[in-house]
């Protein structure tokens, strides 16, 4: 049982990864090893295509996790041609990761658009997880969970310092801020000992099963 009462977010973000099978598997063996800790919340966010397969799984099997989407639209429902609106995708998620820095790179997002995204998870009951890249990246109204994901750290076995990341999450006052960026089972417990890091989001890491279950029982033991 965890020696602290705040809640811990272990999240893995597959990014463009893992076809149908591969992440049956994965969920079916990551699933049944999730310990059923309250303040542990454990998220798993597959591509789109993927999401109603691992959602099913995951009810089937009665697994303590979690689904989360890598994005949303920052449009309703109606002529948004290749969009995946909240409304929809609400049937299959709890969460969204909104605005990380790939999508910000790679696809032109703006801040603006990432404050409309928000506002249609918030309408829709998708909770938004807003990546932020430091201590000066807007956060729109009623989000509460954050992700501060430096660039620097990203994919690259390079992360910040649990006490950087500990210090930027003191510049969100009343979120619950996460730490993302080259975390393994073997720096995870770093972060989130940090009284102000409130859990991790996990790309790399993540994809392989047994590597992704020693970081969730690392914050077991938190
Ligand atoms: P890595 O864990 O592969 O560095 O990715 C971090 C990330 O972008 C999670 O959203």
Same mark, same amino acid.
């Given at each position: 049982?965890?020696?602290? +009462? &705040?809640?811990?977010?272990?999240?893995?973000?597959?990014?463009?990864? &893992?076809?149908? %099978?591969?992440?049956?598997?994965?969920?079916?063996?990551?699933?049944?090893?999730?310990?059923?800790?309250?303040?542990?919340?454990?998220?798993?966010?597959? /591509?789109?295509?993927?999401?109603?397969?691992? &959602?099913?799984?995951?009810?089937?099997?009665?697994?303590?996790?979690?689904?989360? *989407? =890598? +994005?949303?639209?920052?449009?309703?429902?109606?002529?948004?041609?290749?969009?995946?609106?909240?409304?929809?995708?609400?049937?299959?998620? +709890?969460? *969204?990761?909104?605005?990380?820095?790939?999508?910000? =790179?790679?696809?032109?997002?703006?801040?603006?658009?990432?404050? %409309?995204?928000?506002?249609?998870?918030?309408?829709?009951?998708?909770?938004?997880?807003?990546?932020? =890249?430091?201590?000066?990246?807007?956060?729109?109204?009623?989000?509460?969970?954050? *992700?501060?994901?430096?660039?620097?750290?990203?994919? /690259?076995?390079?992360? +910040? /310092?649990? =006490?950087? *990341?500990?210090?930027?999450?003191?510049?969100?006052?009343?979120?619950?801020?996460?730490?993302?960026?080259?975390?393994?089972? /073997?720096?995870?417990?770093?972060?989130?000992?940090?009284?102000?890091?409130?859990?991790?989001?996990?790309?790399?890491?993540?994809?392989?099963?047994?590597?992704?279950?020693?970081?969730?029982?690392?914050?077991?033991?938190?």
């Amino acid at each position: 049982m965890a020696g602290s +009462d &705040k809640n811990i977010w272990v999240i893995a973000n597959w990014k463009a990864n &893992k076809n149908i %099978q591969e992440a049956l598997d994965w969920v079916a063996k990551v699933g049944p090893q999730i310990p059923k800790q309250n303040n542990l919340k454990v998220v798993v966010c597959p /591509t789109f295509s993927v999401l109603s397969e691992v &959602k099913k799984a995951i009810q089937v099997g009665n697994f303590p996790m979690l689904t989360g *989407a =890598q +994005d949303l639209s920052p449009f309703g429902v109606g002529a948004y041609t290749g969009e995946e609106p909240a409304a929809i995708l609400k049937q299959f998620v +709890d969460l *969204a990761i909104l605005g990380h820095s790939e999508r910000r =790179q790679n696809f032109g997002e703006t801040d603006e658009m990432v404050s %409309q995204k928000v506002a249609q998870a918030l309408a829709n009951n998708i909770t938004p997880l807003v990546c932020v =890249q430091g201590k000066d990246t807007p956060v729109p109204d009623g989000v509460k969970l954050i *992700a501060y994901e430096p660039i620097f750290a990203i994919g /690259t076995s390079n992360p +910040d /310092t649990p =006490q950087n *990341a500990s210090m930027v999450a003191k510049n969100f006052p009343g979120k619950e801020v996460l730490y993302g960026g080259s975390v393994t089972s /073997t720096n995870v417990k770093a972060f989130v000992q940090q009284e102000n890091v409130h859990g991790v989001l996990v790309g790399g890491a993540s994809l392989e099963a047994d590597e992704f279950l020693r970081i969730v029982k690392a914050c077991e033991e938190i």
